[in-house]
């Protein structure tokens, strides 16, 4: 019996890009539209899972109520905590920090930012997250509103990618994506 996820990653929000992690921004009135046209003509699912942060969680909240479908907040589906550089931009990075950020590009599991989440840290988090709803929701089709790093990872472990590439992976904001449990619990794009 296979787990259906359809990964939804939030929209634009308040406080613009940059590396937003554990800060709590709401969506922009942009943001909100985004989403909802992510959704459009998409099918009905057996239940919301959501991050507990209200970028996620305010539209989560709205679509529970009006889908009358059950919500459930998953901290494990949080995003990454970048540590010092929460709500700066990459650009600002460039000017007071190049020589980390690039090597936080190169490889973000070999360098975490200053007081951050190590990226070991936050895959066994995901991962986790991931193996309670295949135990919890066996054959359900699931909408999971999460963050773009959430989404690389889950990405990137699906399509077998090697640990350096995962900042290759695009999620643009209200992107969707669909994985799919089969029985043996291996995780694939579907």
Known sequence: M???LDLLRHGETERGGGFRGSLDDAL???GWAQMRAAL?????WDALISSPLRRCAAFAEALA????????LEPGLSELHFGDWEGRSAAELMETDREALGRFWADPYAFTPPRGET???FAARVTGAL???RTRFP???L???THGGVMRLLLAQARGLPREHLLQVEVAHAAMHRLVCSADGAWREG
């Not at 459009?40 to 009905?44: L, S, Y």
């Not at 109520?65 to 459930?72: I, M, Q, S, V």
Request: charged letters at 30%; zero cysteines; aromatic letters at 0%.
């Open 2 to 4: 296979s787990l259906r």
């Open 28 to 30: 922009t009135a942009s």
């Open 40 to 44: 459009d003509g998409r099918p009905r």
């Open 65 to 72: 109520e009006r889908e009358a479908l059950p919500l459930h």
């Open 119 to 121: 990226l070991v840290a």
């Open 131 to 133: 193996e309670g709803l």
């Open 139 to 141: 054959g359900q089709r």
């Open 143 to 145: 909408l999971v509103i």
